[in-house]
């Protein structure tokens, strides 16, 4: 990291947004104080600041986090910066041949976490020469030895299977590692550098023992180790700045949203709108985990192909390299079948604490997707992605809706994630109407005499509508709300309407009871103040669903129409 500093790493410390510096991204976050020790070099932060590491209230946290502006994203959970990188990268090459470089130290006990090699097929399948991952291979892992120990050989050809060369280096002699830096970055295929090292270096107590993860050293064993290696005085050293350079500016054109007048499924809604998306701002990218024809991002491929990344069965790999692309300007929006979002879920956590904007569909939600079975089933979606600090969570209901959330999420801060529906809905919505995220709609009442509010959103809201107008032959009045903003959540018009029927209220969803659209709206509710008690069924599915046609798996879930229509009448 010496070597990386001093002479290769091209940036301008005083301009940590310039798109021309190089990127160093730590995908090991536990050698948080080799970052923070880097920075103290480069002369942006001091030593009183630096002593401040791991306190409350400072910037030097345990991990590093974007809290720091030379912190592009946070990696405190392993196997995640080699994927981010990558991602970065990639899109860097592709769409602007850009002339930085990133740079991402990888730790030897991570590179037991699968998503590690996703990175590395990524960029060997997509030739990103302009991304150097350094594995330390320093033998030892927090609790003793790692699985390949300093077998140096076997990390190069595991590398080299995936496509890229690797360079094996002492990681103690520097004209070595200045020599591999440079040959990486100038290398004509993509090149990792296989760093040999040896934890604690010179000093003699600390020198490749175990036992040493996480501690400090009391001051006589600090006088000691100054002893051995010398107690120098804290520097500043000048660091090579970048060339000056810009990405071209992206198009901009007016947005043409689809309109539609017959039913549709909101997933292809979704991806005519993404496209439209495209066509109309040259910043907005599309990944997909290979389901494209399913989630219909393949639109994206009929407008702008440059932008379409296929990132294959790999949903790690996909979410890690929209995070890595957000950090270089672009708007990305990453899709596959809600329940695989489970399997990146980790990564989508991580990408809230790296403060990333990256929008997410997932398609083929709840139990009426049909015969599939529940596997493909995802019942969990909502409550993990309304459990994500500071997210944004949609779930429209019709084509027209859906295309304008779409075009709302381009522009939304943090994790944005619309839950889309497998099959085709009517329209309810005309295309000039708005929906503003945090709102909602009453699409069935309204009036003074309702008796009950039924809320729901997507394929239960068809289900709640119908059973409206048959309840409504019979004079039973309801007011239906689409809560198509699950969070934030209209608490304002829930409340009024639930006040204005009485305190009965039915929440039927798709999804498990738990954490889904009921507990959202109990919780918007808590607080608040009625006469009376709150009468309240909740329809969602308890058992666990098999395979079948989805009326007959919607009415075994207790939310189809019939099921609305009797809970309703149950209440009143």
Not at 17 to 36: E, M, Q, R, W
Not at 94 to 120: K, M, Q, Y
Not at 264 to 286: E, F, I, M, P, Q
Not at 533 to 557: I, N, Q
Request: hydrophobic residues 45%.
């Amino acid at each position: 990291m010496a070597v990386l500093l001093a002479g290769h790493l091209r940036y301008d410390w005083s301009k940590p947004k310039d798109p021309a510096n190089d990127h160093l991204i730590f995908s090991k976050g536990h050698a948080s104080p080799l970052v923070y020790a880097m920075f103290r070099a480069a002369g942006v932060i001091d030593d009183a600041e630096l002593l401040t590491f791991r306190k409350f209230g400072s910037n030097l946290q345990g991990h590093p986090t974007p809290i720091l502006p030379w912190v592009d994203v946070a990696t405190g959970s392993l196997g995640q910066g080699m994927p981010i990188a990558v991602g970065m990268a990639v899109a860097a090459k592709r769409l602007w041949n850009a002339p930085f470089h990133i740079w991402t130290l990888v730790g030897d006990s991570e590179s037991a976490e699968g998503s590690i090699w996703e990175g590395f097929d990524l960029g060997g399948h997509e030739g990103a020469t302009n991304v150097t991952p350094i594995i330390d291979v320093n033998r030892l892992g927090q609790r003793g030895p790692t699985e390949l120990e300093w077998d140096t050989d076997a990390y190069a050809a595991r590398i080299e299977a995936f496509g890229w060369e690797a360079l094996v280096v002492d990681g103690h002699d520097l004209a070595e590692v200045d020599e591999a830096l440079s040959s990486a970055r100038d290398a004509e295929r993509p090149t990792a550098i296989v760093a040999r090292t040896v934890k604690g270096k010179g000093v003699s107590f600390l020198e490749d023992k175990p036992g040493w993860h996480g501690k400090t050293l009391d001051p006589e064993q600090t006088k000691q180790a100054l002893a051995e290696i010398g107690d120098e005085p804290s520097r500043s050293f000048e660091t090579p700045k970048p060339p000056r350079w810009s990405p071209p500016a992206a198009v901009t054109k007016p947005l043409q949203l689809k309109a539609y007048t017959e039913p549709v499924a909101t997933r292809k809604a979704y991806g005519d709108a993404l496209a439209a998306l495209c066509a109309s701002r040259g910043n907005v990218v599309a990944l997909d985990a290979e389901v494209s024809n399913s989630t219909h991002a393949e639109e994206v491929n009929k407008v702008a192909p440059e932008r379409f990344f296929e990132m294959y069965i790999a949903e790690q790999k996909m979410v890690a390299a929209a995070v890595g692309m957000q950090v270089i300007g672009l708007v990305p929006f990453a899709s596959t079948f809600a329940a695989f979002f489970t399997r990146a879920y980790d990564f989508i956590r991580m990408g809230a604490i790296s403060q990333a904007n990256i929008r997410l569909a997932g398609s083929h939600a709840g139990v009426s997707i049909g015969e599939d079975g529940p596997s493909q089933m995802a019942l969990e979606d909502l409550a993990m992605m309304r459990a994500l600090h500071g997210s944004t969570v949609l779930y429209p209901s019709d084509g027209n809706q859906t295309a304008k959330l779409v075009a709302a999420m381009a522009d939304r801060d943090g994790i944005v994630y619309m839950r889309t529906t497998r099959a085709n809905t009517p329209i309810l919505y005309g295309p000039n109407e708005e929906f503003p995220i945090g709102g909602s709609r009453v699409v069935r009442g309204g009036g003074a005499d309702d008796q009950v509010t039924v809320i729901a959103a997507g394929i239960t809201l068809h289900e709640s509508v119908k059973a409206a107008d048959a309840l409504a032959k019979n004079g039973v009045k309801v007011r239906v709300i689409d809560l198509y903003s699950v969070k934030p959540i209209d608490s304002k018009t829930l409340w009024a309407a639930v006040v204005a029927t009485g305190g009965r209220v039915v929440v039927v969803e798709d999804h498990w009871p738990e954490g889904g659209i009921g507990e959202a709206v109990l919780a918007a509710f808590s607080g608040a103040q009625m006469k009376g008690a709150l009468r309240w069924k909740h329809l969602a599915p308890r058992e666990m669903p098999g395979s079948g046609k989805p009326a007959e798996l919607l009415h075994a879930a207790g939310i189809d129409a019939d099921c609305i229509e009797q809970a309703v009448r149950a209440l009143i």
